[in-house]
């Protein structure tokens, strides 16, 4: 299957998903008209609640790059981060798209790709950690309160796994210069092999590659590890407190839902969005966190209006910042950047 007919096949398999989501399931959960009347009833105050709510979790996308990227600043890290976070809700596969997109925006700015390649990796895994350790959290919490979910258990179960496998792939990565370079060799042969049954060149040199790149990514980790945790803690407790905001100003008290509860089916959709079958996990993530809040005892319109604010004030703000930042990024380079009061981009090695 060429990569066009793969794309077309995603693509409409994605779009089938959101379809069903929006024009199936979740009208069986709970009547539009009644999630229409939910939502007039919201008391304009709280618009308040969630302008603060959103304004903290665009700014917190800003700290890991920051820190896994020295040089970048504050000011384009803003920048940069909600283009590269946009671009995720624009194609299946969102993650990657975003990868690849963080990595070429980046470039334009100057930097190295050695330094980029690290950014992109440490904020990809402490991001992706982090999401499949929620679940755990999330299991932990309800234990306190007696209560048991049968698919957040398994969610946790399969999140700690995966966590378990990625952290001791990463801990092998960089216990030594030799498992290094091992590790390299490998995959050199297999993406050699893969290039040669396309009629492509061989790939050289990826173990000394490899080797330099541990060298630096784990004097940066030294460094920052515990910030970078706090700052990947600190943003996804942004996001979660714009659901938190969202349920509340629904009317749905905690006599409802408790806000270990929410949590819960907050960690459910942050891993069910890691499944790169819609950009940002539209549909996947609606369906699975409306079930588990509607399980707990969330009422049923107030629960979908809940979940549709939510989403909305989480995924447009960015995509709208971010489809502007990426129309003006030839007008963002450090050329022009450096006319104003942000940092001047670094120069390249040698440059």
Do not use: C
Request: no cysteine.
């Amino acid at each position: 299957m060429s990569p066009r007919v793969r794309n077309v096949a995603l693509g409409t398999v994605g779009l089938a998903v959101v379809v069903v989501t929006f024009a199936v399931v979740l009208p069986r959960i709970a009547n539009y008209g009644e999630v229409w009347d939910a939502l007039q009833e919201l008391d304009p105050i709280w618009l308040a609640a969630f302008s603060v709510a959103i304004v903290i979790n665009v700014v917190t996308f800003a700290p890991p790059w920051m820190l896994a990227l020295p040089g970048l600043g504050l000011r384009r890290a803003l920048l940069f981060t909600q283009a590269s976070t946009a671009l995720t809700y624009i194609a299946p596969g969102g993650g990657l798209v975003g990868m690849a997109g963080s990595y070429g925006l980046l470039r334009t700015w100057g930097f190295g790709p050695g330094e980029v390649a690290r950014a992109v990796t440490l904020t990809g895994v402490w991001n992706q950690l982090s999401n499949l350790l929620l679940p755990v959290v999330a299991v932990l919490l309800l234990s306190i309160e007696e209560q048991r979910d049968a698919v957040l258990t398994t969610a946790a179960v399969v999140g700690g796994m995966v966590f378990a496998v990625v952290t001791g792939l990463l801990v092998l990565v960089f216990w030594s210069d030799g498992l290094a370079r091992g590790i390299g060799e490998g995959v050199q042969r297999g993406v050699g092999r893969l290039l040669r049954s396309l009629g492509r060149g061989p790939v050289r040199g990826w173990s000394g590659r490899l080797v330099t790149f541990r060298h630096e990514t784990v004097s940066l980790v030294r460094r920052h590890w515990a910030a970078l945790t706090i700052a990947s803690i600190g943003g996804n407790l942004a996001v979660f407190a714009i659901l938190l905001v969202s349920v509340r100003a629904l009317e749905i008290g905690s006599s409802q839902l408790t806000w270990a509860e929410v949590f819960a089916g907050w960690a459910l959709a942050r891993a069910l969005q890691l499944i790169p079958l819609t950009p940002g996990g539209v549909g996947p993530v609606e369906i699975g966190l409306t079930g588990i809040l509607v399980g707990f005892g969330g009422p049923n319109a107030r629960v979908v209006a809940a979940v549709l604010v939510y989403r909305a004030f989480t995924i447009l703000p960015t995509l709208l910042a971010g489809a502007a930042t990426i129309a003006a990024w030839r007008w963002l380079g450090p050329g022009r950047v450096e006319g104003g009061d942000a940092e001047p981009a670094p120069k390249r090695p040698g440059g």
